[in-house]
């Protein structure tokens, strides 16, 4: 009996021994399996953000290499438009620019205002986009007053010139808006005609070209709603910009044949002059009116037009 208890007791202390080394085998097992499991997350990880880093790196060299070739572009728009600044004067522009100075010369001799009331920026280029693309609107002559800001479009034409030529004031040269009308029907709105005397070569006689020049009011219309839009956005100024035609004719006209402007257009917000007179009275009275810009604004608003930078646009 004594014998069979032992066995019995030697039996229990094996199967207690199988037990624990078993269940010691299945701990050891269970942790090599969550350390391999561990060890597989931490490099697919590491994998993972690698390969994110990496196109990280390579939208940063893109991001990088489109901003560069952005500023590159940017500054070449500016270097062009500057040397298209300097050299797209044409001669009506630089007599106009002569007569503008002398007018401020004299309006500063007789202390009507200071020279620094009155600014005259010759060839001004205001940008703008447009379906995401910069663009300018030139500018022959900005004249800058207490009393407001002026946009003047030159145009030095020989010939005589019908100006605001539609279909319904055409009277008695409908014949010629039925002549040259298109499909699209050009003379439904103001066009501008110039009657230009040539002679002929062949017969030697006299004869007439005539030439057609779309409408200078809406065209300078359309620049000035731009500057003022420009203004509003850099200079936190909404105001008004009067739009000009200067037709730029002499005080007399060449021979007395053919020569001068006949104004058709009844077009009241696009102020319109032939010549040099009409040009300088207008000023001279602008600068009798009420100021609404101060010595101060005057030179912002200058400032910020001559240092225009294309590249913040």
Known sequence: ???GIAGLAAALVVCIWYIFYQKRKMTKRHSNLVEKMTAEEAAT??????????KERLHKEEVEQLTNTYHYEINKLQMNIN???AYSKNKGEIITHQILGEMKSSIVAKEILGS????????????????????????????????????????YWRGKVVHGLNRKNAGDLSFITDMMASEHDDFATDQTLIFVPFKDDESEQSSIRIKSYGDPAKQVKHTSYRLK?????????????????YFGYPKE?????????????DD???????????????????????????????GAIKETLEGIEYSRI
Request: aromatic share 10%.
């Open 1 to 3: 009996m004594w014998y």
């Open 45 to 54: 990880k590491a994998s993972m953000m690698d390969e994110q880093n990496e």
């Open 83 to 85: 040397e298209l600044q």
């Open 116 to 155: 620094s009331d009155l600014h005259i920026l010759p060839n001004v280029f205001i940008p703008y986009k447009e379906k995401g693309l910069i663009k300018t609107r030139q500018i022959d002559h900005l004249v800058i007053l207490p009393t407001g800001i002026y946009v003047i479009e030159t145009k």
């Open 229 to 245: 839009q420009f203004l509003s956005e850099e200079c936190h100024i909404d105001t008004y910009v009067t739009p000009i035609v």
């Open 253 to 265: 006209s060449r021979n007395g044949a053919l020569q001068g402007v006949i104004d058709l257009s």
């Open 268 to 298: 009241k917000q696009v102020k319109r002059f032939v010549n040099e007179k009409g040009l300088t009275d207008f000023f001279a009275n602008e600068c009798s009116k009420k100021a609404v810009f101060s010595t101060e604004d005057i």
